[in-house]
Nanobody, 125 residues
Framework: QVQLVESGGGLVQAGGSLRLSCAAS????????MGWFRQAPGKEREFVAA????????YYADSVKGRFTISRDNAKNTVYLQMSSLIPQDTAVYYC??????????????????WGQGTQVTVSS
């Protein structure tokens, strides 16, 4: 049973930083894609960033490029999302997810089979 547990959310002022973590368990991860998504109140869940367990360049949504950095620690089965220069529009529940196929980066939520419970990020102005 694959489990994803996010942590690190909280309240931060605009311009501040937060680091989210996603601990994965339940299988041996080799070539899957790990993604971060977010969902603001009244809006659809949207893609934020993704990385592959096997390495290579990560992929970012234009809205976070240059401000957010996704990384992973294979030994800990953990993926991180370092968020800097936060703005109020970044306020959302952040979810990590796994795309088992891992052939290429998908931004569509239905391509990801496993999801965490989410962690709230609130950016005050």
């Amino acid at each position: 049973q694959v489990q994803l547990v996010e942590s690190g959310g909280g309240l931060v002022q605009a311009g501040g930083s937060l680091r989210l973590s996603c601990a994965a368990s339940g299988r041996t991860f080799r070539s899957e894609v790990m993604g971060w998504f977010r969902q603001a109140p009244g809006k659809e869940r949207e893609f934020v960033a993704a990385t592959k367990w096997s390495g290579g360049s990560p992929y970012y949504a234009d809205s976070v490029k240059g401000r957010f950095t996704i990384s992973r620690d294979n030994a800990k089965n953990t993926v991180y999302l370092q968020m800097s220069s936060l703005i109020p529009q970044d306020t959302a529940v952040y979810y990590c997810a796994i795309d088992v196929d891992g052939s290429y980066y998908n931004t569509a939520t239905y391509k990801y089979e496993y999801w965490g419970q989410g962690t709230q990020v609130t950016v005050s102005s």
